[in-house]
């Protein structure tokens, strides 16, 4: 290894252990496209539950007593986002394919480029809700 190149490791046990309540939140959250009203209100509760992943993460990584890096936390919080975004997003595509069947549900935009966005969108969520949680319980951020 040459120098400045720092080592990453995927923590798959915590992953594991933190996705079960993002990846459900995400399902029901991806389900809720059935109801049709709610459809605005979906996007920002999206995000939310994106960042969420990232913060649980954190929070099950810091209890283990764990010290890894803002970066590696960023990155692991951005792989478990992205899970959360492709499950959400298989989800609405399921949702809104029942909800507007037929072409109706393909003018509605939702297709495969509409699951890689979301994955990305999710993936860009956890990575700022894992770094921001882990630099504020860290010290990182002052807030008095």
Not at 29 to 43: E, I, Q, R, Y
Not at 71 to 81: H, K, R, Y
Not at 90 to 100: H, L, M, N, T
Not at 116 to 127: H, K, M, N, Y
């Amino acid at each position: 290894m040459t120098e400045g190149q720092t080592q990453f490791k995927v923590d798959k046990t915590n992953l594991m252990k933190a996705g079960r309540i993002p990846v459900l939140a995400a399902a029901i959250g991806g389900a809720l496209w059935l109801l049709g009203f709610l459809g605005g209100l979906m996007g920002i509760l999206f995000w939310a539950i994106a960042a969420f992943a990232g913060y649980w993460y954190v929070n099950l990584v810091l209890k283990s007593g764990a010290k890894p890096s803002v970066l590696e936390v960023a990155i692991n919080g951005a792989i478990l986002g992205a899970v959360v975004g492709l499950v959400y997003a298989v989800v609405c595509w399921i949702a809104i394919s029942i909800r507007y069947s037929g072409l109706a549900g393909l003018a509605y935009g939702w297709g495969f480029g509409a699951v890689i966005r979301t994955l990305v969108e999710g993936g860009i969520g956890g990575a700022i809700g894992a770094a921001g949680w882990y630099a504020y319980k860290s010290g990182m951020i002052k807030t008095k």
